[in-house]
């Protein structure tokens, strides 16, 4: 049975959000959704929950969102194995068919369907929704032999990001809500990492804050201790020291281009935890690590 919060407790937690509101009002927050946030079914609610009530007290939140798990789960039924290069999922002509499928239909409805329900008016898009994310093939470099590339299939680069598809969907008070696809010069179709294009999103709309969920409680130390906070230089160096690899490289790439590009924070926050935008955009708690732009 959960415990009930008493009144007098309910009323200083709402009050404790009231500096947090003043000072994010109309300012615009990308959230990069991804991770078990995405398949628990409770976490769902919570994070649909989130960004209505922010969109509500007057923030802008932009959701731009990845699929993994969905896109692994058809891949397995159709008999194909996802394959990854340094964090980067490789992606041939029948693959990106079916990325397209599942992220740019059956994910991404079900998040503008689930905000909807809680009272918000998302709308699903792509990057081929007026051209807004142009891209170009991803070459990628061999970390292990230098100056040799990696051809890892329709996995694009961003040229350009349009901001004025989401800016107009902003001023009508919706909630855009974006899959990672983008369009070549020639119309081809693109693969693109959903946390580069949450980062370069953020960039390019002059984000308050770029929120990345992910599966861990935030940047971890070699020893497995959460870093609350950390500085761009501190980060590089656990790149090389190879205390950051895999999944997470794209991830701190992706933030530290933002932070370093203008968004005022970054923050790499846990999204198993229940409510976990609200708590770190509204009250004093955080729940990950927070990357500071020097």
Do not use: W
């Not at 009050?15 to 009002?25: D, G, M, S, T």
């Not at 109309?26 to 649909?48: H, P, R, S, W």
């Not at 051209?131 to 070459?139: H, P, Q, T």
């Not at 906070?229 to 991830?251: H, N, Q, W, Y």
Request: aromatic share 2%; glycine share 12%; net charge negative.
């Amino acid at each position: 049975m959960t415990e009930k919060t008493d009144p007098v407790a309910k009323a200083g937690i709402l009050a404790e959000a009231l500096p947090y509101i003043k000072r994010f009002h109309g300012k615009t927050i990308v959230i990069k959704y991804g991770g078990n946030a995405m398949t628990d079914e409770n976490l769902k609610q919570c994070f649909a929950r989130d960004v209505v009530l922010l969109k509500l007290v007057g923030m802008d939140p932009v959701v731009v969102h990845g699929g993994g798990p969905q896109i692994e789960n058809l891949l397995t039924r159709v008999g194909k194995k996802g394959v990854f290069v340094q964090g980067m999922r490789v992606t041939d002509a029948e693959t990106m068919e079916l990325v397209e499928m599942v992220l740019g239909g059956q994910v991404n409805k079900e998040i503008v369907n689930l905000i909807n329900q809680h009272g918000g008016k998302a709308v699903g898009l792509t990057g081929k929704d007026g051209n807004f994310i142009r891209a170009k093939k991803l070459m990628m470099a061999n970390k292990d032999l230098p100056g040799d590339l990696i051809d890892i299939g329709q996995v694009g680069d961003i040229l350009s990001i349009d901001p004025s598809l989401i800016a107009l969907l902003d001023s009508g008070d919706f909630i855009p809500v974006i899959a990672p696809i983008g369009v070549g010069s020639e119309g081809e179709t693109y693969n693109i990492n959903a946390d580069v294009v949450a980062g370069k999103i953020a960039e390019v709309l002059k984000a308050e804050k770029l929120v990345l969920l992910t599966n861990t409680p935030g940047v971890m130390d070699k020893a497995g201790k959460l870093l609350t906070g950390v500085t761009p230089r501190e980060i590089d160096d656990m790149v090389a020291d190879g205390t950051l690899s895999g999944g997470m490289l794209p991830k701190i790439s992706s933030a530290l281009d933002a932070a370093r590009s203008g968004v005022k924070t970054v923050h790499i926050i846990d999204g198993r935890v229940e409510h976990a935008l609200l708590l770190e955009i509204l009250t004093d708690e955080g729940v990950g690590t927070l990357i500071k732009s020097k």
